[in-house]
């Protein structure tokens, strides 16, 4: 991927957004526009190479037993591709993270 690859991704508005907590060495620049997450890639990134970008969100906004299905979108060349899903639950004031 190339540098300014976007990612985009629009939290559901019970959750807040509060930081970028990994950043994979400056790789990724991380807009937030009340919970649209604008994400541009700094540098070229290579075919085969993994990289992590690791955000906190609040989830005081989901009552107990509440579930936010979540997916990404990824434009790359103009064309539009969708990140793997992920399902977050609040248990009894605990959250559970599944992504499929």
Avoid: C, H, W
Wanted: hydrophobic share 35%.
């Amino acid at each position: 991927m190339k540098k300014g690859t976007i990612f985009k991704d629009t939290l559901d508005s019970r959750l807040r957004f509060l930081a970028v907590q990994a950043d994979a060495d400056g790789l990724f620049k991380v807009k937030n526009n009340n919970g649209k997450l604008t994400i541009t890639l700094t540098k070229d990134f290579q075919k085969g190479d993994s990289q992590d970008l690791t955000f906190t969100v609040s989830p005081k906004g989901l009552a107990i037993g509440d579930t936010v299905n979540n997916i990404g979108l990824l434009e790359i060349l103009g064309n539009f591709y969708t990140t793997n899903k992920v399902t977050t639950k609040k248990i009894d004031g605990r959250i559970r993270i599944k992504k499929s």
